[in-house]
């Protein structure tokens, strides 16, 4: 077997995805407890008229998408906070005018866009030393902002009506809180593209809520299954050719259906010895 680690797009694809894990954890935790995956989907699409936009101006296209990421996160919780209009409704809305947006800038983009899949499926082998230095700020932000207001996360993301007995500043937090979130999604793109980024976000999130409502918990074994699986993904995409964004998705699913296996399993012995205690 080949030491796959002498290459160094090796070793910047494990540090990738060693930080997309940690912004997997905070932010995919906030988004999985307030209940908000809609929302990291429709931050995620809304930033493809981003990457559209990046390739007309011929700029990093990363850029545009954090443009139109956060610009999106902000504006789907303003309209929805302020009863403009529904949650959904507004998800929908941009969701669909930045699909729009960047298929029509791509058109009108002179030539062939030839690094445009990776945005769209996801492409850990091409991750940047730019990718890496973009996810690590990302990543000390988060846990920076995590440590400082960890309780106020917290009473916000289970319970907004104690969370307003406790700060009266609980407005202010969502926009930060979304807007971090959106950074972190537009930043994982080129780890898992703008069609599974939500596996990588709301899947771990997912799997350790089976087991604990723990929020410093679920963040940290998250985090934890987050780079498992992608590792995990990334090896065998290595070892059998085959996409490596898809392999990552699938292996996480597959850890969603063995803990949801092992949950069920769990309470059918707690039943069975209830009906039959020693």
């Given at each position: 077997?080949?030491?796959?680690?002498?290459?160094?797009?090796?070793?910047?694809?494990?540090?990738?995805a060693?930080f997309?894990?940690?912004?997997?954890?905070?932010?995919?935790?906030?988004?999985?407890?307030r209940?908000?995956?809609?929302?990291?989907?429709?931050?995620?699409?809304?930033?493809?008229?981003?990457?559209?936009?990046?390739?007309?101006?011929g700029?990093?296209?990363?850029?545009?998408?954090?443009?139109?990421?956060?610009?999106s996160?902000?504006?789907?919780?303003?309209?929805?906070?302020?009863?403009?209009?529904?949650e959904?409704?507004?998800?929908?809305i941009?969701w669909?005018?930045?699909m729009?947006?960047?298929?029509?800038?791509?058109?009108?983009?002179?030539?062939?866009a030839?690094?445009l899949?990776?945005?769209l499926?996801?492409?850990?082998?091409t991750?940047t030393?730019?990718?890496l230095?973009?996810?690590?700020?990302?990543?000390?932000?988060?846990?920076?902002?995590?440590?400082?207001?960890?309780?106020?996360?917290?009473?916000?993301?289970?319970?907004?009506?104690?969370?307003?007995?406790?700060?009266?500043?609980?407005d202010?937090?969502?926009?930060?809180?979304?807007?971090?979130?959106?950074?972190?999604?537009?930043?994982?793109?080129?780890?898992?593209?703008?069609?599974?980024?939500?596996?990588?976000?709301?899947?771990?999130?997912?799997?350790?809520?089976?087991?604990?409502r723990?929020?410093?918990?679920?963040i940290?074994?998250?985090?934890?299954?987050?780079?498992v699986?992608?590792?995990?993904?990334?090896?065998?995409?290595w070892?059998?050719?085959?996409?490596?964004?898809?392999?990552?998705?699938?292996v996480?699913?597959?850890f969603?259906?063995?803990a949801?296996?092992?949950?069920?399993?769990?309470?059918?012995?707690r039943?069975?010895?209830?009906?039959y205690?020693?």
């Open positions: 077997m080949e030491n796959i680690f002498e290459y160094s797009f090796v070793i910047r694809s494990l540090l990738g060693l997309a894990s940690i912004t997997a954890g905070l932010a995919g935790t906030y988004i999985v407890s209940r908000l995956v809609f929302l990291s989907g429709g931050i995620t699409h809304a930033s493809f008229g981003g990457i559209g936009l990046g390739y007309y101006l700029i990093n296209p990363v850029v545009g998408a954090a443009v139109f990421g956060l610009g996160a902000l504006g789907m919780e303003y309209m929805s906070a302020r009863g403009r209009m529904r959904d409704s507004a998800i929908g941009l669909a005018l930045g729009a947006v960047g298929i029509i800038f791509i058109y009108l983009t002179p030539g062939y030839p690094n899949m990776s945005y499926f996801g492409s850990i082998l991750v030393n730019g990718d230095v973009a996810l690590g700020i990302i990543s000390v932000v988060l846990i920076i902002y995590t440590a400082l207001f960890y309780r106020t996360l917290l009473y916000i993301s289970f319970d907004e009506n104690y969370a307003r007995t406790f700060t009266r500043h609980v202010l937090f969502k926009y930060i809180s979304v807007g971090l979130t959106g950074l972190a999604i537009v930043l994982n793109i080129r780890m898992a593209g703008v069609i599974m980024i939500i596996a990588l976000l709301t899947i771990p999130a997912n799997i350790i809520m089976l087991f604990t723990e929020y410093l918990r679920i940290i074994l998250s985090t934890v299954v987050s780079f699986g992608i590792s995990g993904g990334f090896a065998i995409s070892f059998t050719n085959l996409p490596t964004g898809a392999t990552i998705v699938t996480l699913v597959l969603w259906v063995v949801r296996l092992a949950k069920s399993l769990r309470r059918t012995n039943i069975e010895k209830m009906k205690p020693l």
